[in-house]
C-alpha cells in the first residue's frame, strides 16, 4: 500500500521567504510526526498530532515554525521568514497509534535549502 | 544530560565481525523502544522493536536493560550491507507520547 508521502522532495529559496512542507501520512494512521535533520546530524523532534488531541509543539524551534494538521490526516509545516539555519531534511513519519507498537514510518523527507 | 543518548561511532569492523551498540536513555517511565536503520540519505526505517524479555530477528539481538535505562543492538556475522547509521528511539513516558531518536551511531563495514 502507499506510504508517507511528502512533497516537495526539495526546495531551494531565499532567506526571508515562506515555505510550506507538505505530509501524506499512511491512511487511517492516528499519530504524526515531524522532525528535522541537519547533515551529519540526528533526528530533531519539531511536533507531534495525536488524534484530536493538542498537538505537542515542544520541539518547535522558534514562532517562525508551525504546522498543523487537517482533518487528521495530511500537515503542512510552514517556516516564515527562513534563515539559512532553516537548512536540513524535514523528515514527516506517521504511525497507527501510539503504545506499544508505535512503529513509525517515515516519509522520504522534504530537503530544504534556503539561500 | 540528552533524552536518548548514543555514541556517534563511527565503529569500523571487518566483514564477519559482531559489533554492539548501547543506547542510554533518561526517562524511567519509558515504555516503548525501538532500533532504526538509517542508510545515507534516506528516511530511517524500522530494524526492530526492543521487547522487555530482548528479542532475536536473525543476525540481530535487542535488549533492554531497565535498572540502568539503556537498549542495546549486537549484530553478529556482519555483513557490508549492515554499514549504516543506527537510530535508536525512545517513547517519552505515556503510552501515547512522543518518540525521541538519539542522534545515531555509524557504522561502517570493511572487506
Known amino acids: 500500500g502507499a506510504g508517507v508521502s511528502q512533497s516537495p522532495s526539495n526546495k531551494v529559496t531565499e532567506k526571508g521567504k515562506d515555505v510550506e512542507l507538505r505530509c501524506d501520512p499512511i491512511s487511517g494512521h492516528t499519530a504524526l510526526y515531524w522532525y528535522r535533520q541537519s547533515l551529519g546530524q540526528g533526528l530533531e523532534f519539531l511536533i507531534y498530532f495525536q488524534g484530536n488531541s493538542a498537538p505537542d509543539k515542544s520541539g518547535l524551534p522558534s514562532d517562525r515554525f508551525s504546522a498543523e494538521r487537517t482533518g487528521g490526516s495530511v500537515s503542512t509545516l510552514t517556516i516564515q521568514r527562513t534563515q539559512q539555519e532553516d537548512s536540513a531534511v524535514y523528515l514527516c513519519a506517521s504511525s497507527l497509534r501510539p503504545g506499544q507498537e508505535d512503529e513509525q514510518y517515515f516519509g522520504p523527507g522534504t530537503r530544504l535549502t534556503v539561500t | 544530560r540528552k533524552e536518548v543518548e548514543q555514541d556517534p561511532g563511527p565503529f569500523n569492523v571487518p566483514e564477519g565481525a559482531t559489533v554492539a551498540f548501547n543506547c542510554t536513555y533518561s526517562?524511567?517511565?519509558?515504555?516503548?523502544f525501538f532500533w532504526y536503520r538509517q542508510d545515507c540519505r534516506k528516511e530511517p526505517k524500522l530494524l526492530m522493536s526492543v521487547y522487555s524479555s530482548g528479542n532475536e530477528d536473525g543476525r540481530f539481538t535487542a535488549q533492554l536493560n531497565r535498572a540502568s535505562q539503556y537498549i542495546s543492538l549486537l549484530i553478529r556475522d556482519s555483513k557490508l550491507s549492515d554499514s549504516a547509521t543506527y537510530l535508536c528511539?525512545?517513547?517519552?513516558?505515556?503510552?501515547?507520547?512522543?518518540?525521541?531518536f538519539g542522534s545515531g551511531t555509524r557504522l561502517s563495514i570493511r572487506p
Open positions: 526517562n524511567s517511565a519509558s515504555q516503548s
Open positions: 528511539a525512545v517513547n517519552k513516558g505515556s503510552s501515547a507520547s512522543k518518540i525521541i
